[in-house]
């Protein structure tokens, strides 16, 4: 045994990739995915610092049950705090809790140069994928759909480009769990298909390229994967980790594979997340609608959201009035990795920020206010260390 997989050393340890990932970041090696190789020695330190975790482990555990009926310490709750769901987080939870925790679908973005293919792509899928729309369904810009496949559901965010990716990450939030970059076989690497590498990689966020317009006389994909090794980005056929398909969004071919390819993907992340958790989301988009009001699209990330749920947004709030899945369908509730339309918000909501729930308005409203009055101080203390500061500076 000389390297590696990561995907394969963590469950061959039985620990999440998650885990193995944070490990690796503490020990300063770098790997472009959970598919990348490490080296023997890597593999021997990680073996030490789980032992030595299980150890720890097992000691707190005998201290907890010599010390019973009392609770872990809490965090010091911030005003109204107690009263909000916490938002998803990116973090993975204790090894112990996520055997109970079940799988969710994986949330897809896709990016790379203009006229490369991305929104005809995500109209293949759509048109193949997406199971036919409800009678009297108006068809309605929601900016995520659901694809059904052999392997399972797919998400999509389909407003397509770096800015829904950039802002939603701008404002602290995740919301892809994996990235397709589309690249034209007859164009190849481009400004923004750069950008859209680097972008995904600052995020960590697992990339597969698709080949695009391979139907065409002139497409060249082994230009393409030549050119994507020139980055350090090496195709698995090439002996890297790099996942590459071919695909035409014209014909179709390849699209099935694309599919296949996400959905392994999304099994070696490992992706999981509590329908009885609290709820946290992050809005993909927010619109005003001239017949319904502001309408605003939600990516459920942990939880379950319910029609009649309070829900606060930065500094606003807002009751779910209803609810619509990507297909238009009015539904009631929604679970993990689902896209779902809101009514019920006052105020536009912006893409990327953090949505959470409230148990009532007045908890809501709390929120909010203890939200108004911290930006506040905050605003404050600027004006007063500028006043301070002109002072010094004298007349
Ligand atoms: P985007 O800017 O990345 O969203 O690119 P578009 O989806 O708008 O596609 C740009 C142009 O390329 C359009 O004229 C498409 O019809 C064309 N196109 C997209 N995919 C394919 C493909 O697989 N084969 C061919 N021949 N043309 C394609
Ligand atoms: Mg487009």
Same mark, same amino acid.
């Given at each position: 045994m000389s390297k590696v997989?990561?995907?394969?050393?963590?469950?061959?340890?039985?620990?999440?990739?998650?885990?193995m990932l944070e490990i690796l970041d503490g020990l300063g090696v770098s790997y472009k995915s959970v598919s990348s190789t490490i080296e023997e020695e890597t593999v021997d330190l990680i073996k030490q610092i789980l032992a030595e975790e299980s150890t720890e482990a097992a000691t707190e555990t005998v201290a907890a049950e010599a010390a019973p009926a009392v609770? *872990? +310490?809490e965090a010091p709750a911030k005003a109204g705090s107690?009263?909000? %769901? &916490? #938002?998803?987080?990116?973090? *993975? +939870?204790?090894?112990?809790?996520?055997?109970?925790?079940?799988?969710? %679908? &994986? #949330?897809?973005?896709?990016?790379?140069?203009?006229?490369?293919?991305k929104t005809s792509l995500l109209d293949y899928i759509r048109k193949t994928k997406v199971a036919a729309k409800e009678a009297g369904g108006i068809t309605q810009h929601v900016g995520a759909f659901e694809a059904q496949t052999s392997k399972g559901r797919i998400v999509f965010i389909d407003t397509p480009g770096h800015e829904a990716f950039t802002t939603i990450r701008a404002r602290g939030a995740n919301v892809a769990d994996i990235a397709i970059i589309v690249i034209a076989a007859d164009d190849s690497l481009m400004p923004q298909t750069r950008e859209a590498i680097a972008h995904a990689q600052a995020a960590k966020v697992?990339?597969?390229?698709?080949?695009?317009?391979?139907?065409l006389p002139q497409a060249d994909p082994d230009r393409?994967?030549?050119?994507?090794?020139?980055?350090?980005?090496?195709?698995?056929?090439?002996?890297?980790?790099l996942v590459v398909v071919p695909v035409s969004?014209?014909?179709?071919?390849?699209?099935?594979?694309?599919?296949?390819?996400?959905?392994?993907t999304a099994e070696l992340e490992d992706l999981r997340a509590d329908p009885k958790a609290a709820f946290g989301g992050v809005i993909i988009e927010g619109?005003?609608?001239?017949?319904?009001?502001?309408?605003?699209?939600?990516?459920v990330q942990e939880g379950t959201l319910h029609v009649g749920d309070f829900l606060v947004v930065g500094e606003n709030y807002g009751k779910i009035k209803a609810m619509n899945d990507s297909n238009g369908a009015r539904i009631k509730e929604a679970g993990p990795s689902t896209p779902v339309q809101i009514l019920g918000f006052s105020d536009v909501p912006n893409s990327g920020e953090k949505v959470a729930s409230a148990k009532n308005e007045h908890a809501a409203r709390e929120v909010v206010?203890?939200?108004?009055?911290?930006?506040?101080?905050?605003?404050?203390?600027r004006v007063q260390r500028r006043k301070t500061l002109e002072e010094m500076m004298g007349p």
């Amino acid at each position: 045994m000389s390297k590696v997989r990561i995907y394969t050393l963590a469950k061959d340890l039985g620990v999440e990739n998650q885990r193995m990932l944070e490990i690796l970041d503490g020990l300063g090696v770098s790997y472009k995915s959970v598919s990348s190789t490490i080296e023997e020695e890597t593999v021997d330190l990680i073996k030490q610092i789980l032992a030595e975790e299980s150890t720890e482990a097992a000691t707190e555990t005998v201290a907890a049950e010599a010390a019973p009926a009392v609770s *872990a +310490p809490e965090a010091p709750a911030k005003a109204g705090s107690d009263d909000v %769901a &916490p #938002v998803a987080s990116s973090e *993975a +939870p204790a090894a112990s809790a996520t055997a109970e925790i079940p799988h969710r %679908a &994986p #949330v897809v973005t896709i990016m790379g140069h203009v006229d490369h293919g991305k929104t005809s792509l995500l109209d293949y899928i759509r048109k193949t994928k997406v199971a036919a729309k409800e009678a009297g369904g108006i068809t309605q810009h929601v900016g995520a759909f659901e694809a059904q496949t052999s392997k399972g559901r797919i998400v999509f965010i389909d407003t397509p480009g770096h800015e829904a990716f950039t802002t939603i990450r701008a404002r602290g939030a995740n919301v892809a769990d994996i990235a397709i970059i589309v690249i034209a076989a007859d164009d190849s690497l481009m400004p923004q298909t750069r950008e859209a590498i680097a972008h995904a990689q600052a995020a960590k966020v697992p990339m597969i390229i698709a080949i695009n317009k391979v139907d065409l006389p002139q497409a060249d994909p082994d230009r393409v994967k030549t050119d994507l090794t020139q980055l350090n980005l090496v195709p698995e056929e090439y002996g890297g980790d790099l996942v590459v398909v071919p695909v035409s969004a014209k014909t179709g071919e390849g699209v099935e594979e694309l599919l296949e390819y996400i959905s392994l993907t999304a099994e070696l992340e490992d992706l999981r997340a509590d329908p009885k958790a609290a709820f946290g989301g992050v809005i993909i988009e927010g619109r005003v609608d001239r017949q319904q009001g502001v309408l605003a699209t939600v990516m459920v990330q942990e939880g379950t959201l319910h029609v009649g749920d309070f829900l606060v947004v930065g500094e606003n709030y807002g009751k779910i009035k209803a609810m619509n899945d990507s297909n238009g369908a009015r539904i009631k509730e929604a679970g993990p990795s689902t896209p779902v339309q809101i009514l019920g918000f006052s105020d536009v909501p912006n893409s990327g920020e953090k949505v959470a729930s409230a148990k009532n308005e007045h908890a809501a409203r709390e929120v909010v206010a203890s939200r108004q009055s911290d930006r506040r101080d905050v605003e404050n203390a600027r004006v007063q260390r500028r006043k301070t500061l002109e002072e010094m500076m004298g007349p």
